[in-house]
DNA sequence: CTCCATAATTCCGGAAATGAGATTTTTTCC
DNA sequence: GGAAAAAATCTCATTTCCGGAATTATGGAG
């Protein structure tokens, strides 16, 4: 039994969806499968029962999801407990906007919990702007969003920034164009029957993939607004779309009276220096890694 | 971070050498340090501090132990929670008189705990008697020791019956020749002052093992006893060279006035029929299994 | 002090497990 | 009935893992 098959199995139970799950987990959903069949046969047990798409927990599974739980949690406690020097200091946290409204509030109280006598500085900004604050040692780590392989080209400045820094994967976001509620679906940004296209700083890359997509069938300008909430209420006015992660969205009051698009999903990347880890930024990356898979994942059906 | 990493580890950290847990937990030496040091590299932290040729639990190293048991335990209990039928009935094991003597006790108690509703039933006997037992459905399993790969050829009819049965190790004993205590050291049986080798019953594997290990360089005949104390206090009169594992042996009230010499190492066995698994046995050979690298061993150094 | 036995590690080749894509099958939704 | 979507299956390249041989290091005996 291997923990990452755990990890796994707990991702799969949670989306109920071997492909949402393989994307929350980074891996590929053929792999997702075969794990999810060795965990059963080793077990000699079914976990999950096939009602044609949907994989629903069986009793078994049920009783199984509470040990994988505490299997992980275990471990985790395991890695923190042999830290050789409890971590301490200061540990400075640069943050998207979105990272830090949907998936930073659990991560951070628990770290707080295991290592109270780190104090975390968080600042937001955008990508661009976090990830030259680490490599200028203004921030020890940050979490950023790296555009597509597809849009690498186009900032060759920040790709090159990069080489320089670790980088893990540790979120996946589903990027969304938000409509307003009356607006009809759409197949491209030639559909869009708004006056403009509302987003963060330039600097924000879920912006640049938003005006990037844009672009190929529209003109249409974007409007830069100072938060996620401004932007939905711009949205609601009817005059603009939005752009923002589905985990962002489903923490708005507005649940139902939007329409959107899919733009395709963005990996949250944990940027830090080479060879500059300090023990209060292990922690926060072991307390971070933990969650991959475990994030409430917030009504995608 | 694997489960087989740790047990490796909890054997490693037992035995403190390397080599000796590699042969309790079934694999090669490299693979062993190989492990160890993937898990350190993984934890980032030194487990074992190697002070020549010793293996000392570091401070962290301490700390981990703890949690690995820890995890192994709740992996197993997660392994027996999600068993879809409660095992009950009857559970016929049998097993030889050494393995009965000195694994058995600790994994029963543990056994009983778990399925208070399984009705055990132990059987003592020879190896050969066992596996025929189980092949004519009078025990549903057995642990047995089989002949080393050197000796296979001899008994044709064992092995032909094991070939019809599952087999797995899940113990590795350390065969012994116990000489009386004024004997001096042996290299072969040829250096034998003794008038007989006291053994079990002629179905024995480890009488086998000895009287072809005494056959190449001498001319001693058996005497047979019906238990390993008769046999210990055959030695004790000075007359006999006994046969039997260092794990029955250290469970003696005469721990320092014996002399030994190494035979070799003989793995212990659990067989049963293929495709006929009840719940109880499958919930038998969890714990058996995972108790393979955890059993005290009694002051082998 | 040197040699020897023992133990740990390193190195290397074959075997097994893993993961990514392509393909197939099944189900659900039009 | 057909199209879309999701899971399972299959294949293949890659990685990882394991066992054995060679190497290094240590402690003990002469």
Chains 1, 2 share one sequence.
Not at 41 to 57: A, Q
Not at 106 to 114: E, G, K, S, V
Request: include cysteine; hydrophobic fraction near 45%; charged fraction near 25%.
């Amino acid at each position: 039994m291997d923990l990452s098959s755990i990890e796994i199995f707990l991702a799969v139970a949670r989306d109920r969806s071997v492909t949402k799950a393989a994307k929350a987990v980074g891996r590929v959903p053929s792999n997702v499968t075969t794990r999810i069949q060795q965990l059963e046969e080793d077990l000699n047990v079914s976990l999950f029962s096939r009602d044609g798409k949907k994989m629903t927990l069986t009793r078994e599974g049920e009783t199984f999801l509470a040990y994988a739980d505490r299997l992980m949690a275990l471990a985790l406690e395991a890695r923190q407990a042999v830290r050789p020097l409890a971590p301490s200091g200061t540990l400075r946290v640069g943050t998207m906007e979105s990272t830090a409204a949907s998936r930073l509030p659990a991560a951070l109280t628990q770290f707080n919990r295991m290592w109270p006598d780190v104090s975390l500085h968080l600042t937001m900004g955008a990508s661009r702007d976090l990830a030259r604050a680490v490599v200028g040692d203004a921030l020890d780590c940050a979490l950023i969003a790296r555009p597509p392989k597809a849009m690498r080209g186009e900032d060759a400045d920040f790709e090159a920034g990069l080489k320089a820094l670790d980088m893990e994967p540790v979120f996946v976001e589903e990027l969304l164009i938000v409509l307003p509620s009356g607006h009809p679906a759409i197949k491209s940004a030639a559909d869009l029957r708004v006056g403009s296209i509302a987003a963060l700083e330039p600097g924000c890359t879920y912006r640049r993939i938003a005006e990037n997509w844009a672009r190929k069938s529209s003109a249409l300008p974007t409007s830069e607004l100072g938060s996620y909430h401004a932007i939905l209420a711009s949205v609601a006015t009817g005059k603009a779309a939005g752009v923002m992660p589905r985990s962002v969205l489903d923490l708005m009051p507005w649940p139902t009276s939007v329409q959107t698009h899919q733009l395709g999903l963005v990996e949250t990347l944990l940027i830090s220096r080479k060879n500059d880890h300090p023990s209060a930024f292990n922690a926060f990356h072991e307390v971070l890694s933990a969650r991959k898979g475990r994030d409430i994942r917030l009504a995608t059906n």
